[in-house]
């Protein structure tokens, strides 16, 4: 990936209750390691409320660069924005790891948003956070070093969508994000990303593998990104 980019994390949009409709108007769904959920410039005809695993969504430029915009957990919906205006995919969301959720026509999803003012209110809700979590990225970018943006990103990976590492150590956490991601994510250079995890590594506060980063120390972590 490219070192064009920058993107954030974000809550799930629903509780289990508010979910149960698009459950009811979908079909379950799986997706292995690499499979694409959607792609960018192609017609949104459907959304897909994700119930297990972590997606990437991913943007490409005319120069072959590609951003990464976002990772998406359990609980988030993907899709929603194009299915209401009508127009092409924005990104491409790809599987980080095996993932599951449901699958919801696009028509189908429209007609609970217009009859289901909770459900509706839960979706409005989502799209607000997401854009004060851009807006946070955005001003964010500029005001903080890259060691900081790093060590803030991977902090907020480790807690919401991290995994448990106990054959590193106990208290480990495994983040599936690579040194290109990483970069992309943040605004940096990926040379400037290998630097910062190396500082890291030094610490004890990291360690490096194949496609992911285990989270040694989270309250150090912290500390590093100014929390």
């Known amino acids: 990936m490219g070192r064009c980019g920058r993107g954030g994390s974000e809550g799930a949009f629903f509780s289990p209750g508010e979910a149960e409709p698009l459950r009811e108007a979908?079909?379950?769904?799986?997706?292995?390691?690499?499979?694409?959920?959607?792609?960018?410039?192609?017609?949104?005809?459907?959304?897909?409320?994700?119930?297990?695993?972590?997606?990437?969504?991913?943007?490409?430029?005319?120069?072959?660069?590609?951003?990464?915009?976002?990772?998406r957990g359990p609980g988030e919906l993907l899709g929603e924005l194009t299915c209401v205006d009508g127009g092409p995919r924005g990104a491409t969301v790809t599987?980080?790891?095996?993932?599951?959720?449901?699958?919801?026509a696009a028509d189908a999803f429209l007609r609970l948003?217009?009859?289901?003012?909770?459900?509706?209110l839960s979706v409005l809700r989502g799209v607000v956070g997401r854009l004060r979590d851009s807006d946070v990225l955005r001003a964010?970018?500029?005001?903080?070093?890259?060691?900081?943006?790093?060590?803030?990103?991977?902090?907020?990976?480790a807690v919401?969508?991290?995994?448990?590492?106990?054959?590193?150590?106990?208290?480990a956490v495994s983040v599936q994000v690579n040194q290109?991601?990483?970069a992309a994510a943040t605004g940096a250079s990926r040379?400037?990303?290998?630097?910062?995890?190396?500082?890291?590594?030094?610490?004890?506060?990291?360690?490096?593998?194949?496609g992911r980063t285990v989270v040694l120390d989270l309250a150090g972590l912290r500390r590093w990104a100014g929390e």
């Open 26 to 71: 979908g079909h379950p769904r799986g997706w292995g390691r690499g499979e694409v959920l959607m792609r960018e410039g192609e017609e949104a005809r459907f959304v897909v409320l994700l119930t297990a695993g972590l997606v990437k969504a991913t943007v490409d430029s005319a120069n072959g660069c590609t951003s990464l915009l976002a990772l």
């Open 95 to 104: 599987a980080m790891r095996r993932s599951e959720g449901v699958v919801v």
């Open 113 to 120: 948003l217009e009859r289901d003012a909770g459900l509706c």
């Open 140 to 157: 964010e970018q500029g005001a903080r070093t890259t060691r900081a943006r790093v060590a803030g990103l991977l902090v907020k990976l």
């Open 160 to 171: 919401q969508y991290g995994s448990a590492a106990p054959e590193i150590l106990p208290d």
């Open 180 to 182: 290109r991601e990483l």
């Open 191 to 210: 040379e400037s990303v290998v630097r910062c995890l190396r500082a890291m590594q030094q610490e004890g506060l990291v360690a490096t593998g194949r």
